[in-house]
């Protein structure tokens, strides 16, 4: 939903110089057609089969956009209980909210047992322990699958693989069925699935398609053996091309690719993805701020930094960078920094890109996912704003944050 009409850069009907100009920059923005029309690839290639497709929060969890998906009918992936009021804010119905994430306080399976969550996806022994009291303190069932670990590599950045023994995540699958034994002992938990999520930003899905066969095959034996077993839970992980070498199959031929075992086992079917539905919604919009050259090196100076963006910084990942508006100079070859003091904070690294000159506005693109989430106020400042498109019409759901907010909550 990013393009140029003529040499002006557009999200949907929204030409983006003018959406810079009135709303400032930094900026976020957000075309709700594309989120929208992701969502619905999973939900409609799902099709017949049972499923809920549980948007992942932590992707992006702004108000508007969770509110979106919401009214479209999605169901949440939530880590956190400030992820779980998020959703509640934003209308999300707690009955179709999964709860993961190897660390649950205490306070937080409480609140997710006030609100009627779904079911928790539990990653150790001490977990389930907790679940259950907490349950039965309330006079409630819970319901559960085992986050099972596959030892199977995703073959993504090792910070954002989670399927290998060695990693911190669930539980190795040859102990599960053991553990799920273990649990019948819990009165107040329900062993409804089971649950695998093996990284994120996987590119070639087999891995993928190799740990659900693991996972059917332990609900298979799970089942067997008296378990109440109704769904499995294949997390999230399919990832987006940030640039022309990336190939990643689209979100149908995905699901389609997962269909036959899916059916075959007659298990419902829960979908976490995050990073699919909002990345390529998703820009970060910047002003160059100076020229610089550094003996060979060439440097554009913009007023979006690594506290905004720190996808390039810890992950080394690729944005692509546009122009928000085109001109006909021969592409240079720079840097994109930003005004912290680290070397660390860049947007770019030797691109070849737009030759663009102080004042003019760049795209930062595939930047809903993990943009604004884990942007920070390092170096005091303050966080951008969030605004999102709707055909012509945009309008900020985040407000810039002002110096005001920066020492909120701060006493001398
Ligand atoms: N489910 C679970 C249990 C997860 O841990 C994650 C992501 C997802 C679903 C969603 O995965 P997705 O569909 O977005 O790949 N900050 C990193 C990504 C961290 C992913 C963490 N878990 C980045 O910027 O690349």
Request: hydrophobic content about 45%; proline content about 5%.
């Amino acid at each position: 939903m990013f393009s140029y009409s003529a040499n002006d850069l557009y999200c949907e009907q929204v030409p983006l110089a003018d959406l810079a100009a009135r709303a400032g920059t930094p900026a976020y923005v957000y075309s709700s057609q594309s989120i929208l029309a992701n969502y619905r690839a999973y939900d409609d290639a799902l099709g017949d089969l049972p499923h809920l497709v549980c948007y992942a929060v932590k992707a992006n969890s702004s108000l508007a956009v969770l509110a979106l998906l919401a009214r479209a009918g999605a169901g949440f992936d939530i880590v956190s209980g400030g992820e779980l009021y998020r959703v509640i804010q934003a209308g999300g119905d707690p009955s179709k909210v999964v709860f993961s994430g190897v660390g649950k306080t205490a306070a937080e399976v409480e609140y997710a047992l006030a609100s009627g969550i779904r079911g928790f996806n539990c990653e150790s022994e001490s977990e389930l322990a907790l679940i259950d009291a907490l349950a039965a303190r309330r006079g409630v069932k819970a319901a559960f699958s085992i986050r099972v670990n596959p030892d199977v590599d995703a073959a993504t950045h090792p910070y954002i693989s989670t399927g290998l023994s060695r990693h911190k995540f669930g539980i190795d699958i040859r102990e599960a069925a053991a553990v799920y034994g273990r649990a019948r002992r819990h009165t107040c938990l329900v062993a409804d699935g089971v649950s695998c999520h093996i990284g994120s930003q996987i590119l070639d899905p087999s891995p993928i398609l190799e740990a659900v066969d693991k996972a059917l095959e332990l609900a298979a034996a799970l089942r067997a053996q008296g378990h109440p077993i109704r769904h499995l839970d294949l997390g999230g992980g399919l990832g987006i091309a940030y640039n022309e070498r990336e190939k990643t199959p689209a979100i149908p031929a995905y699901v389609e690719s997962l269909r036959a075992k899916l059916r075959e086992s007659g298990l419902a079917v829960t979908v976490e993805p995050g990073r699919s539905i909002v990345g390529a919604a998703g820009a970060l919009i910047a002003r160059v701020l100076y020229r610089k050259r550094n003996g060979s090196k060439e440097f554009v100076v913009v007023d979006a930094a690594m506290n905004d963006l720190i996808r390039p910084s810890l992950y080394g990942a690729y944005h692509e960078i546009m122009p928000v508006r085109r001109n006909r100079l021969p592409q240079i070859v720079a840097d994109v920094v930003g005004p912290v003091c680290e070397s660390g904070d860049f947007l770019a690294r030797d691109r070849p890109m737009a030759d663009v000159m102080p004042g003019d506005f760049l795209a930062v693109r595939d930047a809903g996912a993990y943009g604004f989430v884990l942007s920070s106020n390092y170096n005091s400042r303050p966080r951008a704003p969030e605004i999102l498109v709707e055909g012509a019409a945009w309008r900020i759901v985040r407000a810039r944050e002002t110096h005001e907010d920066l020492v909120r909550g701060e006493t001398l």
